[in-house]
């Protein structure tokens, strides 16, 4: 065996290959030009050589500048050679040839082979591979002793022609065994005249030996014919041939072929097959490495944990053959995937390789030696006692060696043929056959050491499926410049699909579709944030109907920010942040509960259920963040949504109503007056105002993403210019996320009712009521208090109503806002899109918008009532405040509590609440919570102490009215009676307050 001689190499100071992983795919083709400019030599030059490259010694890659990797060459656009197959020379090649098949070429970094840096080309699909053999290179450069791979091959470059002899009987084996033996040099000579080339080299048919081989029994299959042989044992000559450096198969078989008559000649036998064997037992090669112990440290694993892991490993490929399987399996990843790239026949290495792995057989002895399939790497742990500051210490080494045949050639084949093989082997410094399997040998050995301390410490799964995570991207028909944001994002939700990419690369180009639409917008461009919530659907239910929503917004904080709606376990702080303790089984079972209400004409197999779903999600979630935003920012986030509708281009209604505004500019003010207005009006009163179209675009095109924007505000530039509403805050995370992911679910909110829901009345209702809900959020509904205030009586039926007092006047006036928050008219506006269309008329949404005002009514005092005890609480427990304006950012908003303060407010000595008239006008508020600190509480207390203010407060805000006209319409023909009291029932049960309500009613 031949030990390749190790070189001193001076160490480098700069790497110019340091984050080559990070550059564009032209970038990483000009450093290759500029660091072989013999292999790529530039067609028309536009700076010379001095100016990238030192005057030093020796003019290897290591004394490239730190300048070479990152100056701007530019040369006149070529196309670079390292690429696939001409069709012409391919059609020449192989028989019926249709085309050509690319394989992605990387470059193996870092590796230092017996002393000599060495880039290696890598042709592979397969993620992963490339890096890995990468990092495993920079740690065996970095800390192994001599810092480099040692190998060793053999002598010569042997491969082996066989030459079956049959029909030759038992009792005339050993005389002919002998005759070959004795006729050896003869049958030499003879066998060199067909590889003249070789010989004249140096090469050439070096040995022959005789091997007679005994046949095995075989099993009979049914019915199956036995050919009889005179022979029990097999006769074959093998010719030992050296093939300098070439593969050698095309010339053993020559070899083979054209001896095979002078053997039958000398044996009077028949030939049989003549051909070369793959399992090329005097081409070994060994590489090898040593790195001391404490330095195999990885991760948050040290360095003996690290060694005796992989040790332990590599001793179960030893004993185990289903895990020697995959352990060689990843050494011929990184193997093969060298062969490709430098065209050699990798069937043939894989092929010896196992063979190798199985038998251990060895040309030196006639029978080989059996054994069974193990690894092809060892590792193992010395300790020796070295000198280090002239004491003699010990020092343990952990050390990796890999063995196995490997026939690879760097002249003739395929090679003259494939001119990119040219420029890939050039990488390499165009090596020799030797030279060749040693750097394969270490690809392999590296390959193994990173895959194997992956498996024994964190797992393969985090760095492989990042990087499959770019394959997935890619089916996904992800642009180029969006593959990694794409990967980003599903490795940090651990959503690694295709589905995941899908979903990311609509989000990504509504976003930029939504982009371009802002006029003049000049921002530096960065990736898009994403917002990812997915329905759960038991176990055993249908899953293809599930909701799931990849929002794509505009990234106002440093980094993008991937959020996933809180599940309630494993929840991020910034999630947690923008929605408290609002998780999904909240979300869930509120949208159950409103959704209890039913229709009859509601058509169950329609495939837009599962828009409408979607649209109350989006709704839902535009109503849980802008309360959350209210809560913490009240003064900000009113003036964002203002913002929004200064902005805001309103047409004229196409629709006839008395109560249509003149200005074409809505307002947080107006919506208020609309939800009021309407709230005092006879339900049967023909000139209710239904909300007009929102926009001049109606119903696009549903193909694509090509749909029109609507001339709203969230669509306008400048929304998002949140320079003034942060200034004063230590931390604005919250609203440098909320305030885009508000204006991104709200985007989609209407992009998806614009573009797939038919009926124009049902989109523009749709549409103007999310604009109803976002503004009763943002308000402020209660005017400043004033005793001597008298407010016109409200009508109803036409006729005026008993007087109120004056702050029962006023507490009209925040209740429809209140219950507007509730949003179960948005409800029931999606749950019509189920809805035969030819039943939807403008008749009919205006009776839903009736029921919904009635029944948010239902659900704002149930729930108001349910969470009297924590509310009061938090009042008397936390120093809550009461809202004086109904506001949500200034305080408490129950219902019942502001009525009876309202109530109570000219006998101070009654107010049970400490209510304080204070003007807060400072923006600076404490940090957000994100804990809730009351979670439960018996409201029976409470409900005993107060029960005579509870049972004046539903009198004084009687509805049954209402709800009495609901049937004396028409279109009740939309729903039962029945159904109407069951959600009702619904409502009380889910917020505990039946007993109450029924006790008092009983009274």
Request: glycine letters at 4%; a neutral charge; aromatic letters at 8%.
């Amino acid at each position: 065996m031949a030990t390749a001689e190790a070189k001193t190499q001076p160490e480098q100071k700069v790497n110019i290959w340091s984050g080559f992983y990070k550059k564009a795919l032209k970038e990483r083709q000009n450093q290759l030009k500029l660091a072989f400019p013999n292999l790529f030599p530039p067609t028309s030059p536009i700076i010379s050589k001095a100016s990238f490259l030192h005057s030093p010694s020796s003019g290897s890659v290591s004394n490239l500048t730190e300048s070479a990797s990152d100056a701007s060459i530019h040369l006149h656009e070529e196309k670079f050679p390292i690429t696939s197959l001409d069709e012409h020379i391919a059609d020449n090649m192989i028989e019926n040839c249709v085309g050509t098949l690319g394989l992605p070429v990387g470059v193996a970094l870092n590796f230092n082979i017996d002393g000599k840096p060495t880039i290696v080309p890598m042709a592979i699909e397969e993620p992963s591979v490339v890096a890995a053999v990468s990092g495993a290179a920079k740690t065996i450069s970095q800390f192994a002793k001599g810092k480099t791979f040692y190998t060793k091959t053999s002598e010569r470059n042997i491969t082996f022609a066989q030459v079956v002899i049959l029909d030759v009987p038992d009792d005339r084996l050993d005389e002919n065994e002998k005759k070959l033996n004795d006729m050896k040099n003869e049958i030499i000579t003879y066998a060199n005249q067909y590889c003249q080339n070789m010989y004249s080299r140096g090469g050439g048919v070096v040995n022959m030996v005789v091997r007679r081989i005994k046949k095995n029994e075989r099993k009979l299959r049914p019915n199956q014919v036995v050919i009889s042989s005179p022979s029990s044992e097999w006769l074959v000559c093998h010719f030992h041939i050296d093939v300098c450096d070439a593969m050698g198969a095309n010339c053993a078989s020559t070899v083979a072929e054209g001896v095979a008559p002078f053997l039958a000649d000398i044996t009077n036998g028949r030939i049989g097959l003549r051909i070369v064997s793959n399992l090329c037992t005097e081409r070994i090669v060994t590489a090898s490495f040593k790195i001391p112990v404490e330095k195999m440290k990885y991760k948050k694993y040290t360095g003996e944990q690290v060694a005796r892991g992989m040790i332990e490993a590599y001793e179960l490929a030893e004993d185990d053959v289903y895990r020697a399987t995959t352990h060689n399996k990843g050494i011929l990843n990184g193997i093969d995937a060298v062969a490709l790239a430098t065209g050699q026949d990798w069937r043939a290495i894989e092929a010896a390789a196992h063979a190798y792995a199985a038998s251990g057989s060895s040309e030196t002895v006639n029978e080989p030696v059996k054994g069974h399939y193990k690894s092809l790497t060892s590792y193992w742990m010395e300790e020796v006692e070295e000198e280090v500051d002239n004491t003699k210490v010990k020092q343990r080494y952990f050390c990796g060696e890999i063995e196995m045949p490997i026939a690879v050639g760097t002249k003739g084949g395929v090679l003259k043929t494939n001119p990119v093989y040219h420029y890939t082997l050039g990488l390499m410094g165009h090596p020799d056959s030797k030279a060749l399997s040693a750097i394969f040998a270490c690809i392999g050995l590296a390959q193994n050491f990173a895959a194997v301390r992956a498996l024994t410490t964190e797992g393969i799964q985090r760095g492989h499926m990042s990087l499959h995570a770019r394959n997935i991207a890619i089916a996904a028909g992800a642009p180029p410049h969006t593959i990694s944001e794409v990967t980003d994002y599903m490795v940090s939700c651990n959503r690694i699909n295709l589905n995941a990419a899908k979903e990311y690369i609509l989000a990504h180009e509504l976003h930029s579709t939504l982009r371009k639409h802002l006029e003049g917008d000049s921002s530096p461009a960065k990736p898009p944030s994403m917002f990812y919530f997915e329905e759960y659907v038991p176990e055993g239910e249908d899953k293809n109907n599930r909701v799931t929503l990849n929002i794509a917004f505009q990234t106002l904080t440093d980094q993008p920010t991937n959020i996933e709606f809180p599940t309630g376990t494993h929840d991020d702080p910034v999630s947690q942040l923008l929605f408290g303790n609002k998780d999904y089984t909240w979300l869930s079972s509120i949208i159950v509960v409103m959704d209890k209400f039913q229709f009859n004409n509601a058509t169950s197999g329609r495939a837009n259920l599962v828009l409408a779903k979607k649209l109350k999600f989006l709704s839902m979630l535009i109503n849980l963040l802008t309360t959350r935003l209210m809560t913490y920012y009240p003064k900000q986030t009113t003036r964002f949504i203002e913002r929004i509708f200064r902005h805001s281009k309103r047409p004229k209604s196409s629709t006839s109503s008395s109560l249509k505004n003149k200005s074409q500019q809505p307002s947080i003010d107006k919506y208020l007056t609309t939800i009021q207005a309407y709230a005092n009006q006879q339900l049967q009163n023909p000139n209710i105002h239904l909300p007009g179209p929102i926009s001049a675009h109606s119903v696009p095109s549903s193909s694509g993403l090509s749909w029109s924007v609507p001339d709203t505000g969230i669509f306008r530039r400048n929304i998002l210019d949140i320079s003034d509403d942060i200034k004063n805050l230590s931390d604005p995370t919250l609203i440098q996320v909320g305030f885009p992911l508000l204006l991104a679910l709200w985007q989609v909110f209407e992009l998806r009712v614009v573009q797939w829901v038919g009926h124009s009345s049902l989109s523009s209702s749709l549409l103007e009521e999310q604009r109803k809900v976002i503004s009763s959020l943002v308000s402020s509904p209660i005017p400043p208090y004033k005793p001597s205030e008298v407010r016109p009586p409200a009508l109803i039926n036409g006729a005026a109503k008993q007087q109120d007092p004056v702050y029962l006047n006023l507490f009209k006036r925040f209740l429809p806002i209140h219950s507007k928050r509730f949003q179960v008219t948005m409800v029931l506006l999606c749950n019509a899109i189920s809805f035969d269309p030819t039943l939807i008329n403008s008749r009919r949404i205006k009776f839903l918008l009736a029921l919904g005002s009635y029944l948010e009514w239902e659900l704002a005092k149930d729930h108001d009532l349910g969470r009297l005890g924590r509310d009061l609480l938090l009042i008397q427990n936390q120093n809550k405040k009461v809202s004086h304006d109904g506001s949500i950012g200034n305080g408490i908003t129950n219902s019942f509590i502001i009525w009876k303060e309202m109530r109570e407010k000219t006998n101070p000595r009654q107010n049970m609440f400490h209510f304080e008239d204070d003007d807060d006008t400072d923006d600076s508020i404490s940090t957000p919570s994100i804990v809730n600190t009351i979670e439960s509480v018996d409201n029976e207390p409470f409900y005993q102490r107060y029960q005579e203010e509870i049972k004046q407060y539903l009198i004084e805000t009687d509805h049954s009215i209402i709800k009495s006209q609901l049937f004396n319409t028409e279109t009740c023909l939309l729903f039962s009676k029945e159904m109407l009291e069951s959600t009702i029932d619904e409502y009380q049960k889910y917020y505990n307050v039946k007993d109450l309500l029924e006790n008092l009613s009983s009274n």
